[in-house]
């Protein structure tokens, strides 16, 4: 387990080294002056220069990519270019609502994906599977924001129940969370129900009903536990997905987290919060997936010899 361990940390240190580089390099290769940008158009080109002098653009790229690095690996994420904060404490802020979006949303993607799955999966061929498998098409397929867009127009604008701005009261969890997570329920349903059907055709649930076994006992327990590691898998990989694509959902939703402080930050060229952000969310990432490597090595030991 050791072994597995050391491994699985090693390759996160790749991960975050590959995704701080292509964060610094993508994002310098955008078009325009940063330094003009936050100057003003009242600037002139001596005060465009000293801008850029102070932020340390001036410098070669390399140089800056150095510098760059070396501040990542002393926990600094340098201040922000218009507001002169530590980008780490405005993420800091932001990055409670982006996780507690996720929770719920992940939340709401269990409770239904799972269930859904399993149904699909016992009721194999018949017209509750084929439903099933339909809206989870269905799910997959509906991007995001357009379904933020009819769950407003239903429940916020015909039927005034439910808030759709900021994040007030529990009531606002509520859009979002059913934006995110019923797209991730339709990929766990999905993958639960071929998960389900490889192992309801296993000897061992044969003999289980031969030998007069409960049904309810055969299903929830003996297939559904040996079913659960690719879908272990796909919960921990979905969560991920979570946090990093929540830019077009907090933007909707007025939601106050990381996602839409990224939004924010391209209008206004603050390239030190853009790839903090980038950062922060490629860590938490590679960090669940992480962990999700650890749980299914435990529930499958099989997994730590690979």
């Given at each position: 387990?050791?072994?597995?361990?050391?491994?699985?940390?090693?390759?996160?240190?790749?991960?975050?080294?590959?995704?701080?580089?292509?964060?610094?390099?993508?994002?310098?290769?955008?078009?325009?002056?940063?330094?003009?940008?936050?100057?003003?158009?009242?600037?002139?080109?001596?005060?465009?220069?000293?801008?850029?002098?102070?932020?340390?653009?001036?410098?070669?790229?390399?140089?800056?990519?150095?510098?760059?690095?070396?501040?990542?690996?002393?926990?600094?994420?340098?201040?922000?270019?218009?507001?002169?904060q530590p980008v780490m404490t405005l993420i800091g802020a932001a990055l409670p609502a982006t996780l507690q979006l996720s929770v719920c949303s992940m939340a709401v993607a269990v409770i239904i994906g799972v269930p859904v799955g399993i149904f699909a999966?016992?009721?194999?061929?018949?017209?509750?599977?084929?439903?099933?498998?339909?809206?989870?098409?269905?799910?997959?397929?509906?991007?995001?924001?357009?379904?933020?867009?009819?769950?407003?127009?239903?429940?916020?604008?015909?039927?005034?129940?439910?808030?759709?701005?900021?994040?007030?009261?529990?009531?606002?969890?509520?859009?979002?969370?059913?934006?995110?997570?019923?797209?991730?329920?339709?990929?766990?349903?999905?993958?639960?129900?071929?998960?389900?059907?490889?192992?309801?055709?296993?000897?061992?649930?044969?003999?289980?009903?031969g030998k007069g076994v409960r049904y309810q006992k055969v299903i929830w327990v003996h297939a559904l536990r040996n079913a659960a590691v690719p879908v272990v898998t796909i919960i921990g990989l979905q969560f991920g997905v979570l946090l990093g694509g929540?830019?077009?959902?907090?933007?909707?939703?007025?939601?106050?987290?990381?996602?839409?402080?990224?939004?924010?930050?391209?209008?206004?060229?603050?390239?030190?919060?853009?790839?903090?952000?980038?950062?922060?969310?490629?860590?938490?990432?590679?960090?669940?997936?992480?962990?999700?490597?650890?749980?299914?090595?435990?529930?499958?030991?099989?997994?730590?010899?690979?």
């Amino acid at each position: 387990m050791l072994k597995f361990a050391i491994k699985k940390i090693l390759f996160t240190c790749v991960v975050l080294l590959g995704a701080a580089t292509c964060a610094f390099f993508l994002l310098h290769a955008i078009p325009g002056d940063t330094a003009e940008a936050l100057a003003g158009p009242q600037a002139t080109a001596e005060d465009v220069e000293n801008l850029r002098r102070s932020m340390g653009l001036d410098k070669p790229l390399g140089e800056q990519y150095i510098g760059y690095i070396a501040d990542l690996l002393h926990g600094d994420l340098g201040y922000s270019y218009r507001s002169n904060q530590p980008v780490m404490t405005l993420i800091g802020a932001a990055l409670p609502a982006t996780l507690q979006l996720s929770v719920c949303s992940m939340a709401v993607a269990v409770i239904i994906g799972v269930p859904v799955g399993i149904f699909a999966a016992i009721h194999r061929g018949k017209l509750g599977d084929t439903i099933a498998m339909i809206l989870a098409f269905i799910g997959v397929s509906m991007p995001s924001f357009w379904l933020a867009l009819l769950l407003i127009i239903e429940f916020s604008v015909r039927h005034p129940w439910l808030p759709f701005y900021g994040r007030e009261s529990l009531a606002s969890f509520v859009l979002p969370s059913l934006t995110l997570g019923l797209g991730v329920a339709a990929n766990i349903a999905r993958l639960t129900r071929t998960s389900m059907l490889e192992v309801l055709g296993q000897d061992y649930i044969r003999t289980a009903k031969g030998k007069g076994v409960r049904y309810q006992k055969v299903i929830w327990v003996h297939a559904l536990r040996n079913a659960a590691v690719p879908v272990v898998t796909i919960i921990g990989l979905q969560f991920g997905v979570l946090l990093g694509g929540q830019v077009v959902t907090e933007t909707v939703f007025s939601w106050p987290g990381v996602g839409r402080m990224i939004v924010d930050a391209l209008d206004t060229r603050d390239l030190q919060i853009i790839q903090g952000g980038i950062l922060v969310l490629a860590f938490t990432f590679t960090v669940i997936n992480l962990i999700t490597d650890f749980i299914y090595a435990l529930i499958d030991p099989r997994i730590r010899n690979r």
